[in-house]
């Protein structure tokens, strides 16, 4: 079963970090994704730039409308998704419970429905 | 009807009974789909209606029906694995696939999260395969697991153990709480489309994991007793007549299956010997009768042993909690059975370590109400108003209005007895119980 789990959290810039924070965010994360690609269930890591940079497309009234910003704009944000490929959900919320974002932020985890491989799309198992 | 096909009905029930939790935890936790297995176990269970009346009872009747249900499933999954090879169809990609809304299931090119089950399906069928009909597996721990996990609304993990467990309907469930049965129903669908979509494991929580999940298992286990004495409307209580001996089934199947478990122990404990007293807690009249007035004799000494028993097996594994303690209190107040009294000072030590284990609203009431009993009712007033102070929500409830009116009045204070009085009763969702509340009121001296 393929999870994303997604983080949401202040951004960086409104939190007020310091670079010691940062410093600890780097060790975490490096760490957190090694851990995920050496257990094996690692299928992408993103963290995302800030909604500053986010560009939202929408067909949703029938014409093509491109809007700066993002979809919904709240105080905390999806800033990263983690895509794993793990048996079940006990074990996703595992994984999200070990993403150093969890102690900051929280991790919303979402079963996937379908995905695209090999050039197609595909119910995931 | 044959006098033997009588036989043959009565054993169709009886096996429904005892089998439908057995049956539909090993038919769901391959998938986690307990809507399939639910429709195959159902379908299993109307041809053994049918068939054992005419052709006798197999030797094996759980065996019988796991072996339909189980046919059942793999023509399901068979077709499912059909529509799936297919490309994927238009509209794979808006609302149903989010959703999953069963609607979709007929049409072509079936998909969202049901899908799944295609490739999640020969994982089942090996699976059903592999079971041995003789010695059919118990899986029924695993499947509360899943009732009361994190990720289901704690709302609905009692409706749902009492609906997959024991195999209550949603309307016999919607009368205990009160709620349309539409409602009920709908909750339960969403609960059971969670479970297989998220894809909930149906596993015992590991070892490490198994402390922080228990107290979820057990508190719903305990809310299907609590609902007997919560729901607010005297026709609704009427109706299962109370859900306490499934909570106590369900409670002994727990404590059977995890015997080392003090706490698990302790809530079986505590269902027998509240369970106990119930034939006593109606007057001949229909009226409320309080403890304290209760006739021992009505109690039911079996049930009371049985307590004891789980009690007693749970004291050496040395691990104290809430429900051991409740059980311990419960214990006090039935050996009054035995010794003609009531001991208020062991029931004062009991109260006073279930306040500091777990400091509910109700707990320091209870002991408010013993140590008035001990101490006098104006150190029973004193700790009450303490209560009051720390906790503003005491104002809306109930028991603490019915202990300050007791011990206002043990007191003297018969005018603050009257009022608190005045304030329990509109507080009280039960019309017995606010006709005992008056019936206290009415019996206060002038003044």
Redesign the interface.
């Known amino acids: 079963?393929q999870y994303s789990l997604l983080v949401i959290s202040q951004e960086s810039g409104d939190a007020g970090i310091t670079e010691e924070d940062m410093e600890w965010g780097r060790a975490a994360f490096d760490a957190y994704g090694k851990a995920l690609d050496a257990a094996g269930v690692l299928v992408s890591a993103d963290i995302l730039q800030p909604v500053s940079a986010s560009t939202t497309v929408s067909l949703r009234d029938g014409a093509l409308q491109i809007q700066d910003g993002p979809f919904a704009d709240t105080k905390e944000r999806l800033n990263g998704t983690f895509v794993i490929e793990v048996?079940?959900?006990?074990a996703a919320?595992d994984w999200a419970g070990k993403c150093p974002a969890a102690q900051y932020g929280a991790i919303e985890?979402r079963?996937s429905?379908?995905v695209f491989t090999d050039g197609?799309?595909?119910?995931?198992? | 009807m044959a006098p033997g096909s009588v036989t043959a009905l009565a054993r169709a029930e009886l096996a429904a009974r005892a089998s439908y939790g057995r049956l539909l935890a090993v038919l769901a936790a391959p998938t986690g789909d307990i809507a399939a297995a639910e429709d195959a176990l159902s379908d299993a269970f109307e041809r053994a209606l049918i068939t054992w009346p005419r052709d006798g009872v197999p030797h094996n009747p759980e065996g019988w029906l796991l072996t339909v249900a189980r046919n059942r499933l793999r023509d399901l999954w068979k077709s499912a694995a059909v529509r799936l090879s297919a490309p994927l169809a238009e509209g794979a990609l808006d609302g149903t696939a989010r959703d999953g809304a069963r609607s979709t299931a007929n049409g072509p090119g079936r998909t969202g999260p049901d899908a799944w089950v295609g490739s999640a399906g020969t994982v089942g069928i090996d699976a059903l395969e592999s079971l041995d009909t003789e010695a059919i597996p118990d899986k029924r721990i695993e499947l509360l697991c899943v009732c009361a996990h994190p990720a289901i609304d704690r709302a609905v993990r009692t409706p749902l153990m009492l609906h997959t467990v024991l195999g209550l309907t949603a309307a016999d469930i919607a009368a205990a709480y009160a709620v349309p049965e539409q409602t009920m129903a709908q909750r339960l669908v969403r609960a059971k489309r969670r479970i297989r979509a998220t894809r909930i494991p149906f596993v015992l929580p590991s070892l490490t994991d198994l402390p922080q999940r228990l107290p979820a298992v057990l508190e719903a286990v305990y809310g299907a007793y609590a609902i007997d004495w919560a729901s607010a409307e005297p026709d609704a209580r009427a109706v299962p007549d109370s859900l306490a001996g499934e909570a106590l089934y369900l409670a002994e199947t727990l404590a059977a299956l995890l015997p080392e478990e003090p706490e698990v122990l302790g809530l079986a404990a505590l269902l027998a010997l509240s369970i106990a007293r119930l034939p006593a807690r109606m007057s001949g009249r229909g009226e409320l009768v309080a403890l304290d007035d209760q006739d021992p004799a009505l109690w039911d000494t079996a049930l009371i042993e049985r307590g004891e028993r789980y009690l007693r097996r749970a004291q050496p594994l040395g691990r104290i909690g809430r429900f051991q303690l409740e059980a311990a209190i419960q214990s006090a107040h039935c050996d009054r059975a035995r010794s003609g009294v009531t001991d208020w000072a062991a029931l004062r030590t009991l109260h006073t370590a279930l306040v500091r284990l777990s400091p509910t609203a109700g707990a320091r009431v209870a002991l408010a109400a013993v140590i008035g009993e001990v101490d006098g009712p104006t150190a029973g007033l004193d700790v009450l108003n303490a209560v009051a102070r720390d906790r503003p929500d005491t104002a809306s409830f109930q028991p603490f209005w019915a202990t300050r009116a007791h011990l206002c009045a043990e007191a003297g204070r018969v005018a603050d007895a009257r009022a608190a009085y005045d304030r329990a009763v509109e507080l009280a969702g039960d019309e017995r119980l606010r006709a005992a509340l008056r019936r206290r009121a009415g019996a206060l001296p002038p003044g």
């Open positions: 079963m048996p079940d959900l006990d919320l985890v079963p429905a379908i197609e799309w595909h119910q995931v198992a």
